[in-house]
């Protein structure tokens, strides 16, 4: 049988995300905080000599062709010439449309797990390059530190935020990131951070207030985090957290909580699982 390989895509956590204006194709400028969780899905890969690339999972509402992991793997064999396909099977736990990038996360899996496999030997500049023509979030993915974003989310400076433990809770809604950009009462006016590392008290999501208006599953989401700690919207939600120094803090907040809500609790991680994986295959 042909060797399998099985590597981890994990969620991020927006810790802070400023809107600084509105560029003339339509995108947003954007400081933000990115962080990983050391939880997400899990991808499988089996190298086909065949040039085919097949996903085996289904996902509702996404067909094939649209799956960004179908995507990575089609643009990185068209632009690599490798004569090689693959199938993927995935394990999929993160929420979609939730803010924590499960999308973006396992495009990145997906071009770091066959440049690995087809042996096309890319740095991770030329990876992430590739990425960001699949959606803003994928560069941080492949690059695997916790950074601080600038631009659409494509300049990245390393950064190494505290690690603490969190309580995500996932309000059942999908938030439309389109719609909230284009919400007029968003606040696109941010004045840009200049001084290096940021500094504290700079936690704002400017996203949240309109999030907050247009959806009352996250609103109460937040009020019951907040109950216990600083609760926080991620991206443009709906996944809202906050961060405890203790696992057994965070498991006791999360078991009150999880009773009426869903949700999970996991720790900050500045290097990414999947990064920590590739490492030891070395
Ligand atoms: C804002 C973030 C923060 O992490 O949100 P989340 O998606 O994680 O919630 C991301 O950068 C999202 O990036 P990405 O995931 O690539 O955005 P898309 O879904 O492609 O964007 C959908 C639409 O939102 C608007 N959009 C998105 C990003 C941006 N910097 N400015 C924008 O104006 C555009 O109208 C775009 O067509
Ligand atoms: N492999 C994938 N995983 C999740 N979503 C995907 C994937 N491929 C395409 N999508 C589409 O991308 C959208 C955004 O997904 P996701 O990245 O999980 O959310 P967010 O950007 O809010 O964190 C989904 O609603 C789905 O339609």
Not at 165 to 182: D, H, R
Request: glycine letters at 10%; charged letters at 20%; hydrophobic letters at 40%.
């Amino acid at each position: 049988m042909t060797e399998r390989l099985t590597l981890p895509s994990p969620a991020k956590l927006n810790l802070m995300l400023h809107i600084l204006g509105r560029r003339e194709d339509g995108y947003h400028e954007l400081q933000t905080l990115f962080q990983f969780l050391d939880y997400g899905d899990e991808l499988t890969f089996a190298v086909r000599d065949d040039g085919v690339i097949q996903l085996h999972t289904e996902f509702e509402g996404v067909p094939h062709d649209s799956n960004l992991i179908v995507k990575a793997a089609k643009k990185l064999q068209q632009q690599s010439g490798t004569s090689l396909g693959i199938d993927i099977w995935i394990n999929k736990i993160l929420p979609m449309g939730g803010g924590i990038g499960g999308g973006s996360s396992n495009a990145a899996t997906t071009l770091l797990g066959l440049n690995h496999l087809w042996q096309l030997g890319w740095d991770h500049d030329r990876l992430a390059a590739l990425g960001l023509t699949l959606g803003a979030d994928v560069p941080v993915f492949v690059r695997g530190h916790a950074a601080f974003a600038e631009g659409v989310g494509e300049k990245l400076t390393p950064v190494e935020p505290e690690e603490p433990w969190y309580v995500v809770l996932v309000p059942q809604v999908s938030v439309s990131t389109a719609e909230i950009f284009s919400d007029p009462l968003l606040t696109r006016n941010s004045s840009p951070i200049k001084v290096r590392p940021v500094p504290k008290g700079n936690s704002r999501n400017d996203c949240l207030p309109v999030v907050a208006r247009r959806y009352p599953e996250v609103r109460n989401a937040l009020n019951l985090l907040g109950k216990f700690t600083e609760a926080k919207l991620t991206g443009t939600g709906s996944c809202v957290f906050g961060g405890f120094p203790s696992k057994a803090e965070a498991d006791k907040v999360s078991a009150l909580l999880t009773e009426t809500l869903t949700g999970f609790v996991a720790k900050g991680s500045n290097v990414s699982m999947l990064h920590r994986k590739l490492q030891s295959l070395l």
